[in-house]
């Protein structure tokens, strides 16, 4: 009976030094992202400019989001300018996906061009911007240049590719397209490689050609990989800041014409700029009005994409 109390006080111990070393992820969980969250939640409710006592005012903070217009034109913006880059980031990454799992061009170095086309996903966005602010510069920017140097485009009708209302959003789309087709093509590989190479083996006995066995075999068999990365897409293009931020000079407005203001840009004006005229309960709201349409919006696609095939 002694032995039994002295194996339950054992094993009591090692629970509970366990339970220490798990203690700093907890806090630092508990402090940097459930308090944050919740603190965002409760000031929705408020009349609060980052100083002072919140007033409560109920839902009129929500019903604000729901009137006011500029909210709707950057919500607009945000999803032109995710959809052009989805569209163009997963056709890339799918074509390379094809070329490379194609088992009769055997392509080689995948290891290489994996980390080339991952590579400008990890530099950060501040270089990125400034990088493609200088090589699309309407005045000395080398693509301009370059263009016109071939006769492309005639010397003195530059394009404004930043400054242009009708072009500057799908240059955003495809400079993010650059950055992030690295990260869907490596997942989307990552699913093929998962897949048995009997299925192509027997596709090829079969005679199928590389589209329907692409078509049959691979895509059917990617859903859930599909899935997964078209919703981390959507819910990191909705929450896009950085670069349509530090692209322009104009900061949160999103010039020109507020082509370029992004829904999380549009919540940055209201939480952080302005001083004392900052309305930080009202951020809040817009916040969480996005976090309920990224919410919809993923739960729809995941149901539209996870229906099984009649």
Same mark, same amino acid.
């Given at each position: 009976?002694?032995?039994?109390? &002295?194996?339950?006080?054992?094993?009591?111990?090692?629970?509970?030094? %366990?339970?220490?070393?798990?203690?700093?992820?907890?806090?630092?969980?508990?402090?940097?992202?459930? @308090?944050?969250?919740?603190?965002?939640?409760?000031?929705?409710?408020?009349?609060?400019? =980052? +100083?002072?006592?919140?007033?409560?005012?109920?839902?009129?903070?929500?019903?604000?989001?729901?009137?006011?217009?500029?909210?709707?034109?950057?919500?607009?913006?945000?999803?032109?300018?995710?959809?052009?880059?989805?569209?163009?980031?997963?056709?890339?990454?799918?074509?390379? &996906?094809?070329?490379?799992?194609?088992?009769?061009?055997?392509?080689?170095?995948?290891?290489?061009?994996? &980390?080339? +086309? @991952?590579?400008?996903?990890?530099?950060?966005?501040?270089?990125?911007?400034?990088?493609?602010?200088?090589?699309?510069?309407?005045?000395?920017?080398?693509?301009?240049?370059?263009?016109?140097?071939? %006769?492309?485009?005639?010397?003195?009708?530059?394009?404004?590719?930043? =400054?242009?209302?009708?072009?500057?959003?799908?240059?955003?789309?495809?400079?993010?397209?650059?950055?992030?087709?690295?990260?869907?093509?490596?997942?989307?590989?990552?699913?093929?490689? %998962?897949?048995?190479?009997?299925?192509?083996?027997?596709?090829?006995?079969?005679?199928?050609?590389?589209?329907? &066995?692409? %078509?049959?075999?691979?895509?059917?068999?990617?859903?859930?990989?599909?899935?997964?990365?078209?919703?981390?897409?959507?819910?990191? =293009?909705?929450?896009?800041?950085?670069?349509? @931020?530090?692209?322009?000079?104009?900061?949160?407005?999103?010039?020109?014409?507020?082509?370029?203001?992004?829904?999380?840009?549009?919540?940055?004006?209201? =939480?952080?700029?302005?001083?004392?005229?900052?309305?930080?309960?009202?951020?809040?709201?817009?916040?969480?009005?996005? +976090?309920?349409?990224?919410?919809?919006?993923?739960?729809?696609?995941?149901?539209?994409?996870?229906?099984?095939?009649?």
């Amino acid at each position: 009976m002694d032995n039994i109390k &002295t194996v339950k006080r054992r094993k009591k111990d090692y629970n509970r030094t %366990g339970y220490f070393f798990v203690l700093p992820f907890v806090i630092v969980f508990l402090v940097f992202n459930v @308090y944050p969250v919740l603190r965002t939640l409760y000031l929705s409710f408020m009349n609060y400019k =980052g +100083f002072g006592e919140p007033q409560f005012i109920g839902i009129k903070n929500y019903a604000r989001v729901l009137q006011d217009k500029f909210f709707w034109r950057a919500l607009w913006n945000t999803i032109k300018i995710w959809g052009v880059n989805i569209v163009l980031q997963l056709g890339l990454a799918f074509l390379l &996906t094809i070329v490379f799992s194609d088992i009769k061009y055997k392509m080689k170095g995948l290891g290489f061009f994996r &980390t080339v +086309f @991952y590579l400008p996903n990890i530099i950060a966005a501040t270089s990125v911007a400034f990088l493609f602010k200088t090589l699309l510069d309407w005045k000395y920017g080398s693509v301009n240049n370059l263009l016109m140097s071939f %006769g492309i485009i005639a010397k003195g009708a530059q394009i404004n590719w930043l =400054g242009d209302p009708n072009i500057a959003p799908y240059v955003v789309s495809v400079v993010n397209t650059w950055m992030w087709f690295g990260n869907s093509f490596i997942v989307l590989m990552a699913g093929v490689q %998962g897949i048995s190479k009997d299925y192509y083996e027997a596709a090829a006995i079969d005679g199928a050609n590389r589209w329907k &066995t692409f %078509g049959k075999i691979t895509l059917p068999l990617l859903r859930p990989i599909m899935i997964y990365v078209s919703i981390t897409s959507l819910i990191g =293009g909705l929450q896009m800041f950085d670069i349509p @931020y530090l692209i322009n000079d104009k900061g949160s407005a999103g010039n020109p014409s507020g082509c370029l203001q992004t829904v999380v840009m549009y919540l940055y004006k209201f =939480g952080f700029e302005g001083g004392t005229k900052k309305q930080v309960g009202y951020a809040s709201a817009i916040a969480y009005s996005l +976090f309920l349409i990224v919410l919809v919006v993923s739960v729809i696609q995941f149901r539209v994409m996870n229906k099984k095939e009649d």
